[in-house]
């Protein structure tokens, strides 16, 4: 069974200083369960970009996978306790990145799905900050959502996302 869904995706990053960057994005898509793999579908547009990018992610106990199609083309595997390498694909040219994944676990509500993925990210095999990503899953049912970031302990609106096809531009940051 597909059905559709509203995301909040909540990415966190600790850098070596005293410093962190929080960045919370909502997003609407499809949800759908086979043979105990949860599936999850949507499309993205980066911020001052036209072209969508279409997100895939895939998450079972103890692992997620996050596929992205378009302007950005990346496949990456968190498996808990495995550190994966990949190439992440950008119009600007191509970066190698790892993900020394420490944590991936999920909570499985009648109407929520909260997954949870801790990782220690790489670039080039040096090592770039401590990562946390947050995905909530929800029956689809709010008209509105904003893309919001935390500087400086304030949440701040930085942009109005506005649900597919009723008029309000999608953005997010990647992550």
Known sequence: MTKEVMLTIRGLQFDQGPDSEEIETVQWG??????????IIYEEVMEGEKEP??????????????MKRGMVNVYMAFEE????????HTPYGSLLIGMDTRRV????????I???????????YEYLS??????????????????R?????????????????E?????????
């Open 167 to 175: 008029g309000g531009a999608e953005r997010t940051v990647r992550m």
């Open 105 to 112: 676990c999920f909570t499985e509500g009648e109407e929520e």
């Open 130 to 147: 401590d990562c946390r990503i947050e995905i909530r899953i929800q029956p689809a049912g709010s008209r509105t959502g904003a893309l």
């Open 149 to 165: 970031t935390k500087a400086s302990g304030a949440w701040k609106n930085t942009a109005a996302a506005g649900r597919p096809g």
């Open 81 to 88: 306790c495995k550190k994966n390498i990949t190439n992440y």
């Open 114 to 124: 909260r997954l949870l993925v801790e990782y220690a990210l790489e670039v080039n």
């Open 30 to 39: 499809q949800y759908y369960k086979k043979n105990g793999t949860h599936y």
């Open 53 to 66: 990018i279409r997100n895939v992610i895939k998450f079972r106990e103890r692992e997620m996978n996050l």
